[in-house]
């Protein structure tokens, strides 16, 4: 029943994220040796959310809407949210003026206090989006209304029934994993377009090579070709990245994650002259040789 074969992995990962929950509640309190790997799979969670909205894992109608249940309560949101401020925004707009998650915001250059602000303020943009896809949804099909209502339902549901069992473990449980997600999720988007080139056609998008990363995270870190194909399949876009990676500007494509992180935010502000890549004049010459 499910479309794609690698989508196994996927739902190998939203069952060990639900077990872990459940045998962590029943404990009575957290584990330190299940809880970093809890958290840690809640990131990966927001990831499949992410793809599941892309490709639909399962051919059944039901079960996609099952499985964004499933993702919802460990993500933070419900998944159907994507669809107004990622598939119909930002795909569009693509960290263009109209993107209401564009980075950075409110500040006009990069730093530290951009990224962390950029998650509260990318989530508050970004409810004018979904609001006005639920109207639409009213005006012109009631039974996609209902079905994206429901998760709504089902996951403020779940978090006032968690809640009121014991608060306090479902504040450690749920409620932190999932903001914690959230954040990550809005934070590996700041990083694959801040400072690169929003009007070029290759190198509008940051990539992060790292086999880790890319075998936890569902191949996330390919982020241009993901543009590119929007509808592909997330296990196929290693070799789309593999075929159009000589297009894209070596400072777009990233070893390591974390060697980035701390690179932008901990160390450039520290060197005297390090600055942002200059991408513009290479975006242009790439871009002219290909339409040539």
């Given at each position: 029943m499910l479309r794609h074969s690698a989508d196994w992995r996927s739902v190998l990962y939203l069952g060990v994220v639900t077990s872990l929950g459940t045998v962590q509640w029943n404990l009575g309190a957290w584990n330190p040796a299940l809880y970093a790997p809890y958290l840690g799979l809640f990131v990966a969670v927001a990831v499949i959310s992410h793809n599941h909205n892309h490709v639909s894992m399962w051919r059944s109608r039901t079960l996609n809407l099952i499985t964004n249940y499933v993702i919802s309560i460990h993500y933070g949101h419900p998944a159907i949210a994507w669809v107004p401020t990622h598939n119909q925004n930002h795909h569009k707009f693509n960290n263009r003026e109209g993107d209401t998650g564009r980075s950075p915001a409110v500040f006009r250059k990069n730093h530290l206090l951009a990224l962390l602000i950029y998650p509260t303020?990318?989530?508050?943009?970004?409810?004018?989006d979904v609001s006005r896809f639920f109207r639409d949804l009213w005006a012109r099909d009631r039974r996609g209304f209902f079905a994206a209502a429901s998760e709504y339902v089902v996951f403020f549901g779940f978090l006032a029934a968690v809640l009121w069992l014991d608060w306090r473990r479902a504040l450690v449980l749920y409620v932190l994993p999932q903001q914690f997600a959230l954040f990550m999720i809005q934070v590996f988007n700041y990083v694959q377009h801040v400072e690169a080139d929003a009007e070029s056609a290759w190198n509008h998008s940051r990539n992060?090579?790292?086999?880790?990363?890319?075998?936890?995270?569902?191949?996330?870190?390919?982020?241009?070709?993901?543009?590119?194909?929007?509808?592909?399949?997330?296990?196929?876009?290693?070799?789309?990245?593999?075929?159009?990676?000589?297009?894209?500007?070596?400072?777009?494509?990233?070893?390591?994650?974390?060697?980035?992180?701390?690179?932008?935010?901990?160390?450039?502000?520290?060197?005297?002259?390090?600055?942002?890549?200059?991408?513009?004049?290479?975006?242009?010459?790439?871009?002219?040789?290909?339409a040539a």
């Amino acid at each position: 029943m499910l479309r794609h074969s690698a989508d196994w992995r996927s739902v190998l990962y939203l069952g060990v994220v639900t077990s872990l929950g459940t045998v962590q509640w029943n404990l009575g309190a957290w584990n330190p040796a299940l809880y970093a790997p809890y958290l840690g799979l809640f990131v990966a969670v927001a990831v499949i959310s992410h793809n599941h909205n892309h490709v639909s894992m399962w051919r059944s109608r039901t079960l996609n809407l099952i499985t964004n249940y499933v993702i919802s309560i460990h993500y933070g949101h419900p998944a159907i949210a994507w669809v107004p401020t990622h598939n119909q925004n930002h795909h569009k707009f693509n960290n263009r003026e109209g993107d209401t998650g564009r980075s950075p915001a409110v500040f006009r250059k990069n730093h530290l206090l951009a990224l962390l602000i950029y998650p509260t303020v990318t989530g508050i943009r970004q409810q004018a989006d979904v609001s006005r896809f639920f109207r639409d949804l009213w005006a012109r099909d009631r039974r996609g209304f209902f079905a994206a209502a429901s998760e709504y339902v089902v996951f403020f549901g779940f978090l006032a029934a968690v809640l009121w069992l014991d608060w306090r473990r479902a504040l450690v449980l749920y409620v932190l994993p999932q903001q914690f997600a959230l954040f990550m999720i809005q934070v590996f988007n700041y990083v694959q377009h801040v400072e690169a080139d929003a009007e070029s056609a290759w190198n509008h998008s940051r990539n992060f090579e790292s086999p880790m990363l890319n075998a936890l995270l569902f191949n996330n870190g390919y982020h241009t070709v993901h543009h590119l194909k929007p509808g592909l399949h997330w296990s196929l876009t290693p070799a789309l990245h593999a075929e159009h990676a000589p297009k894209i500007h070596s400072e777009l494509r990233v070893r390591s994650w974390w060697g980035y992180m701390a690179w932008t935010f901990l160390l450039r502000p520290l060197v005297p002259g390090a600055q942002a890549p200059s991408l513009a004049e290479a975006s242009s010459k790439v871009d002219a040789s290909l339409a040539a």
